[in-house]
């Protein structure tokens, strides 16, 4: 089909933002880890010095091949390419505005703030162990909670042995906060 008749956009600036990327709530600081921080930066490193390198050569030499519209190697490699520019993109922004904070220079360690690991319980008894982290450092599945989310924001300032109110779109429960963790400085 000619690309007269396709709406199709060359350069997908508004879209800089991966599918799992989280927005952060206007106003607020992009809070992230050491660690977090080291992730993203050498997350972008290997894009712009690795991938990016390698692709941009693949989609040269398909180039050179001739007719281009069916080359399956150049279309597939211009769309890599696209995907590997917003990536560079997103990466950038988020790593210019980001705060670093160091969870073990926390001077108030009786309460629960950034960094903090949590061990809390619900009201059936039974135990979760948390780290509240910044936005792109968030694996639910490995403890890891993003410091915007319900169950951070109800810990948040919690002191060991309070019970908190965290409301769910199924309902209201109670959190115990049994133990509150910082690393090391």
Not at 111 to 120: D, E, I, S, T
Not at 123 to 148: H, N, Y
Not at 154 to 162: I, M, R, V, Y
Request: glycine share 8%.
């Amino acid at each position: 089909m000619n690309k007269a008749f396709v709406k199709e956009k060359e350069d997908d600036d508004e879209d800089d933002q991966s599918p799992e990327a989280v927005a952060l709530p206007p106003g607020t600081r992009n809070y992230m880890t050491r660690g977090g921080y080291t992730m993203l930066r050498d997350e972008l490193t290997h894009l712009m010095n690795e991938e990016r390198p390698e692709v941009v050569q693949i989609v040269s030499w398909a180039a050179s091949n001739g007719d281009r519209s069916e080359n399956g190697d150049y279309l597939y490699g211009k769309k890599r390419l696209r995907e590997i520019d917003r990536r560079i993109r997103f990466l950038t922004k988020r790593l210019e505005i980001a705060e670093v904070v160091d969870p073990g220079k926390q001077p108030d360690r009786d309460r629960v703030f950034f960094g903090a690991q949590v061990l809390y319980c619900d009201e059936l008894g039974q135990e979760f162990r948390i780290t509240i982290v910044g936005v792109d450092e968030a694996e639910p599945l490995q403890g890891k909670i993003s410091w915007i989310s319900p169950v951070a924001r109800a810990l948040l300032k919690a002191q060991e042995g309070d019970t908190v109110t965290l409301r769910t779109p199924s309902g209201v429960k109670q959190l115990e906060v049994l133990e509150i963790i910082y690393p090391d400085e």
